[in-house]
């Protein structure tokens, strides 16, 4: 749990005592007219509700009578929903007039249809808290409002571009980011490395003078048989000055950008480490990857920032910092990244929107999103909350979000899909000198874009693919 690093102590226990206590008290008064307590009770769609009766029954105080209740759909999992069932309870004792309902569905698509057909109808959740994925799916449906400054006033400029980038359809908002996750960084054994290499010449030269294949020992270690190991490299190489035309796609239009020169130096860069310096094994896994770092033989590897909690309970003495800048480059490479975003319902207006905007506006506070990073295996979406002291004295947040300010937003699933798919093989063909890095990247677009279009397949591709090579070596002969 990313809370060890920041040793803010999680109001959860005193909860659950608080909780256990009232739940006792019931049991006892049971018998008796005074009905004090209703406890929380799952309903149907997996939605969980909490309400404490008032005193008096039958009155209707004056504050009720000004009361603004909203619903929020969520699909976290438990450690998440827990610490937002303690943020709303937070935002509820600040802010008595606004009641605020949890919905907890099991997974997003049964979240995304029980959502789309409600607000279809006119009603629904007034806010939901999902993947980023979830714009995809429901913005073309016209169930979502777009987020605007005139009547949200949320300042995109404070956010993770990463983020941003993925926060719209159709160039409109409709995402308001809360919590980055699931991005690439460089861990590096700090029992061994004082402090990590800045560029990928000093990795190269550093691997020259302590690897040992043998005993096992590596320097560093790259799981290239992954393509989000190698789309960082893509960003490292990319020349933005003409839009996104040397990334893997453009967000706004959705369409595929993979044949570029980013993507051929990408590949040079790959033959160099594993053909020419041959620093690094190719045919290792990331189990293995993992592991070798585990045990100290590894000394550097890059690897997911949901290994922290893996780590911290290994003992490692490790640190985290950005992957260094690209080989022949001065661009540091830019990983994938996503999250979660509060959306809100196109039914939404009136004041229980402006109860809406204020209860977002709370959880983007630096005190919330630090409690969270605290509680949750998630990191902030605040550009500049590394000013933060708490942020700037823990040196594992402040390494990881260094590099989350980095990264790039994850295409959605359906797309970053056939990209994978279209990069695996043919990095494979590059690293084992069965192809130029040139055809690599004419490749692995043409691949991609057939794929996408459902044309071929991914077995279909490769069996194409071993025609091909067998072809072309007969004709060898």
């Known amino acids: 749990m990313i809370g060890n690093m920041f040793k803010v102590k999680s109001r959860a226990q005193g909860r659950l005592i608080i909780m256990s206590i009232a739940l006792s008290l019931f049991f006892l008064l049971n018998t008796s007219s005074c009905n004090l307590i209703n406890p929380r009770v799952e309903e149907d769609m997996g939605k969980a509700k909490e309400e404490v009766a008032e005193e008096g029954e039958g009155e209707i105080t004056a504050g009720e009578k000004n009361m603004t209740r909203i619903t929020l759909w969520d699909c976290l999992d438990p450690k998440e929903r827990f610490v937002l069932i303690e943020s709303v309870d937070n935002f509820m004792v600040e802010n008595e007039y606004i009641d605020i309902e949890i919905g907890h569905f099991r997974n997003q698509e049964e979240l995304e249809d029980q959502f789309e057909a409600a607000s279809l109808a006119g009603a629904g959740p007034e806010l939901m808290l999902i993947d980023f994925d979830g714009v ?146 190719y045919n290792i896994e990331y189990g293995e990857i993992n592991e070798l770092f585990k045990s100290g033989n590894a000394h550097m590897i890059i690897n997911n920032i949901r290994s922290i909690e893996e780590y911290q309970e290994a003992g490692l003495n490790f640190g985290v910092s950005k992957i260094p800048r690209a080989w022949q480059s001065e661009k540091y490479p830019t990983p994938l990244i996503s999250g979660l975003g509060f959306i809100i319902n196109l039914n939404c207006y009136g004041s229980e929107l402006a109860a809406v905007n204020e209860f977002i506006q709370y959880m983007l506070t630096e005190e919330v999103q630090i409690d969270w990073t605290s509680n949750t295996d998630t990191f902030p979406v605040l550009e500049n909350i590394d000013r933060n002291e708490k942020v700037r004295n823990d040196d594992i947040v402040y390494g990881a979000f260094q590099q989350a300010k980095l990264c790039r937003g994850k295409p959605h699933e359906e797309l970053i899909r056939v990209i994978r798919d279209a990069i695996r093989d043919n990095v494979k063909n590059v690293i084992s000198g069965d192809m130029l890095p040139g055809d690599a990247a004419l490749k692995i677009q043409e691949d991609a874009l057939r794929l996408r279009s459902g044309a071929i397949s991914v077995e279909e591709a490769a069996e194409v693919e071993e025609t091909e090579e067998a072809v072309d070596a007969e004709e060898i002969e």
Not at 172 to 178: L, R
């Open 136 to 281: 995809q799916r429901l913005a073309p449906e016209h169930v979502l409002k777009e987020i605007t400054g005139e009547e949200n006033g949320f300042d995109y400029s404070s956010f993770l571009d990463g983020l941003v980038e993925i926060s719209e359809y159709n160039n409109k908002n409709y995402v308001i980011p809360f919590r980055s996750s699931d991005f690439l960084a460089l861990f590096y054994n700090k029992d061994l490395i004082d402090k990590p290499p800045m560029d990928f010449e000093e990795v190269i030269e550093y691997c020259n003078e302590v690897n040992n294949f043998k005993e096992w020992t590596y320097g560093f270690l790259l799981n290239a048989s992954e393509p989000d190991w190698i789309i960082p490299f893509i960003g490292g190489y990319a020349d933005f000055t003409g839009g996104y035309s040397d990334w893997i796609v453009d967000y706004s239009s959705g369409s595929l950008t993979l044949d570029t020169n980013a993507t051929e130096k990408t590949m040079e860069f790959l033959t160099y480490i594993y053909n020419e310096e041959k620093i690094l094994p």
